[in-house]
């Protein structure tokens, strides 16, 4: 008779954990939708089986040992992983689980504070101990039984590919998931931990494109709609654009995705040249990526460097800094690359042997300016040892040059007080810095800058963590106090344009910290990333910008402040003061432009202005152009990553 119980223990046991990440994934209503998880729980039930009755009974119970262990431990590294980064791991960022091992400390505090969740997830293991000790389950079968198992399994797995292609089929649906996009989060909720980590494996093994490319007429339907005539188009004078044929490229090109990038920048129109191109032309150039730095941070009493800096600079009213799902420095690599990340990769590390010639450090030394790059903590963390000098730039950081104190996280003052001597003599330059010190955890002791800048944030009316967030972010602003004086010493702070911007929200405050700190409801959907970008020069005229903006504009922005010749077809992003519409992309495919606000979770459309009045086919056609357009530009991205897509078009000089 066969025995059913190893094979229901593992059904259970996957099932179980399953629910129990989709609880901590959606508070409520967490049952919703789960029948896919569930269809696809039992192939990898069968194959557990299988797997564990493969050889004889004493050497199939210590497999089934460790399947259930690491089981276990798979299903609470990604609830960690999940509490600590919002998002599910890759199989690629456990390959490079060495880096990540520098934050043990987050890991173990994180664990900590969920205690009950985590300890949750080994539930199937102390159920294997405990039935393994009263004699059960059976760790043998026939070879009829184990083609039952199979049969079984091949029966469900077939079953849900079919439910998958049979269902809905909008953005985030579970077919576009299984086939044309990466997102961590959505996947785990449409089809669970283990057909989200089967998919992302089998896409890393063997290299992955979706089956759905997107429509061309949409693409150009949309492009129509920017107002640029032809005429300006071809009109290289009148055009941020280099003198590049794409259909000639096309017609000479074998590899099919070269050739069909080629086509995309083909229907790509240029943005035209506007009143604030070279406006910062020969500036010297401050580039800053702050850790975790949010608008909510940006505060008269606290930080009055910042404060002053986006009052008397140009104050972005509406911008975004979306993540995206893979690593933090993905909100990094968009800033400085101009691209969006390729979903299920780290996208920096992998560009490092990329021709880049829009990135500013290429840009600005090829016009004679000293180009240095710093980040004060570990320098080849994410590998920017070899990305950043890829990027164009002679590169510091902790462990190769920065001698900045070792503490948890490191000093942006320091860091300042140590390098700004390294250029600020010279005629032209330009600095990068990643910033560290506004990392989590934001609690005093375990964070070195919020233990320092204690005192100047106890008499607020906030919770611990919401006081020792603030307490890093001071350390940034009194490393730009430190730099602006040094910079109005040397005279040279009206020929300085300073950009800064984060690579992320601070999620690693709770939403209702966020809450506390900004003193209302967040919406979690587009609010929750809603940031600053701070461009600065002192005695420029301030102004404020309204239009929706995000960190991918932030390239082009600047290439076109800096009077640089760059192509704006081949950058993701838009030149902030340009004509063209502005579009807020996020990773899930919500997007906000002039026109409206797109929920690719719900559905629903918020139109704005004029085109309230606008019937629903037209906002239907429109929500599908600009749909099309934001899955042209992930996929392109992505081959563009491959490829070595600069170094084909621009020949690499």
Not at 141 to 159: D, N, Q, R
Not at 218 to 247: T, V, W
Request: with cysteine; hydrophobic share 40%.
């Amino acid at each position: 008779m066969f025995d059913y119980l190893l094979f229901i223990f593992y059904l259970s046991a996957i099932i179980l954990l399953e629910v129990l990440i989709r609880r901590r994934l959606k508070d409520d209503s967490f049952l919703g939708g789960i029948g896919l998880p569930l269809i696809f729980s039992i192939p990898f039930a069968s194959g557990l089986f299988l797997l564990s009755t493969s050889l004889n009974s004493g050497f199939n119970q210590w497999i089934s040992f460790f399947l259930t262990l690491i089981l276990c431990i798979l299903f609470a590294s990604q609830l960690v992983y999940y509490c600590i980064f919002r998002t599910f791991y890759i199989v690629y960022s456990a390959g490079n689980a060495g880096d990540a091992m520098e934050f043990a400390g987050i890991a173990i505090s994180t664990i900590r504070d969920n205690l009950a969740q985590f300890l949750t997830m080994f539930i199937p293991f102390a159920a294997f101990i405990i039935l393994s000790s009263l004699g059960a389950p059976r760790f043998s079968s026939t070879p009829w039984e184990k083609a039952v198992v199979a049969l079984m399994g091949f029966v469900f797995h077939i079953l849900g590919l079919y439910l998958v292609k049979k269902g809905d089929r909008s953005v985030n649906s579970a077919y576009n998931l299984y086939y044309n996009i990466h997102q961590p989060e959505f996947s785990v909720e449409n089809m669970g931990v283990m057909t989200y980590m089967r998919l992302d494996l089998k896409r890393q093994l063997f290299g992955w494109s979706p089956k759905h490319l997107p429509y061309e007429e949409d693409i150009k339907r949309y492009e129509k709609a920017s107002g640029n005539d032809r005429a300006s188009e071809i009109n290289q004078e009148l055009c941020n654009m280099l003198p590049l044929d794409f259909m000639k490229l096309a017609e000479n090109e074998a590899d099919e995705k070269v050739k069909q990038l080629h086509r995309y920048f083909s229907i790509i129109r240029p943005s035209k040249k506007n009143d604030y191109t070279g406006l910062f032309k020969d500036h010297n150039l401050i580039l800053i990526t702050a850790e975790s730095f949010s608008h909510m941070a940006i505060r008269g009493d606290v930080t009055p460097t910042l404060y002053r800096m986006v009052h008397e600079g140009f104050n972005f009213k509406s911008f975004y800094t979306p993540i995206w799902g893979v690593s933090t420095t993905d909100g990094e690599y968009v800033a400085t690359a101009g691209l969006l990340p390729k979903p299920g990769d780290w996208s920096y590390p992998r560009s490092k042997d990329n021709y880049m010639p829009f990135a500013m450090g290429n840009q600005l030394r090829k016009r004679g300016y000293l180009t240095k790059a710093y980040h004060n903590h570990s320098y080849d963390y994410y590998e920017r040892h070899l990305t950043h000098q890829n990027m164009g730039y002679e590169y510091k950081g902790l462990g190769n040059g920065l001698d900045v104190g070792n503490t948890w996280p490191e000093s942006d003052l320091e860091m300042m007080e140590k390098t700004i001597p390294e250029y600020i003599d010279h005629e032209k330059f330009h600095a990068y810095y990643m910033s560290v010190s506004g990392h989590m955890i934001y609690r005093f002791d375990k964070n070195s800058m919020a233990e320092k800048n204690r005192q100047l944030v106890k008499q607020l009316p906030y919770s611990d963590s919401v006081k020792a967030y603030l307490a890093g972010q001071i350390e940034l602003d009194r490393a730009l106090e430190y730099l602006l004086k040094r910079l109005e010493d040397e005279g040279i702070a009206e020929k300085t344009l300073i950009a800064i911007s984060s690579d992320h929200y601070p999620y690693g405050l709770t939403l209702e910290e966020q809450e506390e700190l900004k003193g209302g409801k967040i919406e979690r959907n587009f609010e929750l990333y809603r940031n600053a970008f701070i461009l600065y020069s002192r005695g420029m005229d301030p102004m404020t910008i309204d239009t929706p903006t995000c960190s991918l504009d932030i390239l082009p922005t600047l290439s076109n402040l800096m009077g640089l010749e760059f192509d704006s077809r081949l950058m993701m992003g838009r030149d902030a003061f340009s004509d063209k519409p502005p579009l807020v992309t996020f990773s899930n495919r919500s997007f906000i432009t002039d026109r409206g606000r797109f929920n690719s979770i719900t559905g629903d459309f918020i139109p704005f202005g004029d085109f309230m009045d606008a019937g629903d086919k037209e906002k239907e056609s429109y929500i599908k152009s600009v749909s099309e357009l934001i899955d042209a530009r992930f996929l392109y991205s992505s081959w563009m990553l491959e490829s070595d897509y600069y170094r084909k078009v621009l020949g690499g000089v």
